[in-house]
């Protein structure tokens, strides 16, 4: 019989779907188990709940000899093990929507909360004050509010702040304006947010992309008397710049549920500033929220145990195991060519084809498109991203996915090409296929033939087809003390410009790009890693 420990604090409605498995599973419930002794124990059991309390590290999956599925009532898994959980074969799930309103609403709270000064007015008259004259509040009525993400819970707040009569610019590069606007929003970027907004709220990942997005410049450039809220993830802003520009006087005030380090330090500077109004976290702890993350990671782990589908998984591999080891190379191969488009394309992507012709179309070749998904968006979310969410992600983005097969390949065994196309029609191709067992090689790539390893970091520069160009890029890498590992070249057939591919053993900066794209015949240069 199945058996499953919940090691953290589960709402009753949650262990009553698990406990009405009667004779199919035993519950056990430990909420105050210690690290040592679930490691002990874990190898007696079939599944494990956590919540933020637990932490499924790797030598916890490593003692659960019969663990089959970790699930987290929740959405952060900062505390499951995934590499040693998908090593070990044990499926990891999370529950990313039952806080999607909680979320919502705890934003919208926060920024009445801050135009209202409500924090301040409160802290006043529980000292034994009374200070009418002190405090004057502002309305949101006319006000504009700017909305950094409009997924889910940055849609429930364009709705609930357009209720008080807030007109809403909105920035979200996977959504096109005429969906933003169907929302009654206007499309904006995120400057001209920063330049107009008298509200700016976040409800976007934290990637690369948006660590940081509004940096100590940009808050710079915000108007007089802005006020900022961040319900998101802790990182999105500056927040010393933050400080200084409430201290300053330059803005109105902010709120924040989230914060680069939790909990922040007692001597944060926001700590001491009146007109800012924080939380501890606490975007999802509603009773509601609690409820439905109980209620759908108990769901889950009912249906994968008695062999139904599995949902919001981050790791499971959904492939026959005896056809995975012939198409694992075409998969990996698949994610490359979906990171490379999605790095090279210029603008929203709209439209994805994966086009697989050869021998592999002998196999199902779904799973090789849902890889070319996962390479695409992987680097746009923090959010784990694999064959149960790879599809309904791309389709909240707006992406068409399309697949196309084919049985022969001209001049190749199997050729996988993936078409990206943006929303003002320009197309990124890249193509690739494997030489014997595992050698993976891009064969086409910026409109040109190559042969190219996809893994790495790679400098990709379009130059005229005349002598000299790979020597003055190889003396220019050499004086910034960047090693070539690998260089490959390319012509188009009317033999006028060259592509030259360049592997180098570390990231390239932005500023060394640039003293390549400024090397004479060099018509472009981009960085890719892969």
Not at 437 to 445: A, T
């Amino acid at each position: 019989m199945p058996r499953i420990l919940i090691s953290d604090k589960l709402s009753e409605e949650g262990l009553a779907i698990l406990r009405e498995g009667g004779d199919d599973f035993e519950v056990v419930c430990d909420f105050e188990i210690s690290h040592e002794d679930l490691v002990k124990k874990i190898g007696d059991y079939d599944a494990l709940v956590v919540r933020s309390r637990t932490t499924a590290s790797a030598d916890v999956i490593e003692a659960g000899k019969r663990l089959r599925v970790i699930g987290r009532a929740g959405v952060g898994l900062d505390n499951v093990d995934i590499p040693a959980a998908t090593q070990r074969g044990v499926i990891v799930m999370n529950t990313p929507g039952g806080n999607t309103v909680s979320t919502a609403e705890h934003a919208c709270a926060l920024m009445i909360a801050l135009s209202k000064n409500l924090a301040e007015t409160t802290a006043s008259m529980k000292s034994g004050k009374w200070e009418k004259k002190r405090f004057k509040g502002s309305e949101l009525r006319g006000k504009v509010l700017g909305l950094i993400g409009m997924g889910r819970i940055g849609s429930i707040v364009a709705q609930r702040m357009q209720a008080f009569g807030m007109s809403v610019l909105a920035y979200d590069p996977y959504k096109t304006e005429a969906a933003i606007r169907d929302l009654d929003c206007e499309p904006a970027t995120v400057d001209e947010i920063i330049e107009q907004a008298d509200f700016i709220t976040l409800h976007t990942p934290k990637t690369a992309e948006t660590a940081n997005i509004i940096s100590a410049e940009r808050i710079a450039k915000m108007k007089k008397g802005a006020r900022v809220i961040n319900c998101a993830r802790g990182g999105l802003i500056d927040e010393e710049a933050l400080a200084k520009a409430i201290e300053s006087g330059h803005l109105a005030g902010a709120a924040l549920d989230v914060f680069a380090v939790e909990p922040p330090a007692a001597d944060h500077p926001l700590l001491a500033l009146p007109n800012v109004v924080l939380s501890p976290h606490l975007g999802a702890a509603t009773t509601e929220a609690q409820e439905q993350v109980a209620l759908d990671v108990a769901k889950q782990i009912v249906d994968v145990l008695r062999g139904g589908p599995v949902i919001n998984a981050v790791n499971y591999p959904a492939v026959d195991p005896e056809i995975l080891p012939k198409i694992r190379p075409y998969m990996e191969l698949a994610e490359h060519l979906g990171d490379a488009v999605g790095q090279l394309a210029e603008g929203t992507i709209k439209h994805l084809e994966v086009n697989i012709a050869g021998h592999v179309t002998r196999f199902p070749t779904r799973p090789i498109t849902l890889k070319a998904v996962r390479g695409l968006l992987k680097r746009t979310t923090d959010v784990g991203i694999n064959f149960v969410n790879a599809m309904p992600l791309a389709e909240d983005r707006g992406i068409e996915v399309v697949t196309r097969a084919e049985a022969h390949a001209p001049d190749f065994g199997t050729l996988i090409t993936v078409n990206a196309t943006t929303s003002d029609g320009q197309v990124t191709r890249v193509a690739g296929t494997t030489y014997g067992e595992r050698e993976l090689r891009i064969v086409h790539l910026m409109n040109q033939r190559v042969d190219a390893s996809p893994e790495g970091n790679l400098i990709l520069i379009e130059n005229r087809d005349v002598p000299g160009v790979v020597g003055q890029v190889g003396t220019l890498l050499f004086e910034n003390g960047v090693n070539i590992g690998q260089m490959n070249l390319g012509v188009d057939e009317e033999g006028r410009r060259a592509l030259t591919i360049v592997k180098v053993d570390q990231p390239i900066t932005a500023e060394l790009l640039e003293k390549v794209r400024g090397l004479d015949n060099i018509l472009s240069a981009k960085a890719l890693v892969l």
